[in-house]
């Protein structure tokens, strides 16, 4: 099991850059892949990056180019580097991870974005 706690959130202006973080306790993390979603209204929740226990990242093509999303296995920390914001791209922020085996998902609580002038 693991436990997932998000930060780096706030108000941006457009244009502007930001880096969100994944801190994780508990379980092996280094094994498990990692994704940020993020949300804007109702339930759904949108896949922006993912990366998995290699290192092989996916990003949503609305945030390719400009996000980057890494990861610190020996600090259990996954980061998403946010540059050129776009008003768009204001939503809560969730960190999503799954692990290998038993497939078992967990979210984080999420940290808001808001890209406003």
């Not at 994704?35 to 990366?51: M, N, T």
């Not at 290192?55 to 259990?76: L, M």
């Amino acid at each position: 099991q693991v436990q997932l706690v998000e930060s780096g959130g706030g108000l941006v202006q457009p244009g502007g850059s930001l880096r969100l973080s994944c801190a994780a306790s508990g379980s092996i993390f280094s094994i498990y892949a990692v994704d940020w979603y993020r949300q804007v209204l109702g339930p759904q929740r949108e896949l922006v990056a993912g990366i998995n226990s290699g290192g092989k990242t996916n990003y949503a093509d609305s945030v390719n180019g400009r996000f980057t999303i890494s990861r610190d296995n020996a600090k259990k920390m996954v980061y998403l580097q946010m540059n050129s914001l776009k008003p768009e791209d204001t939503a809560v922020y969730y960190c999503h991870a799954v692990q290998p085996f038993s497939k078992n998902e967990y979210w984080g609580q999420g940290t808001q974005v808001t890209v406003s002038s």
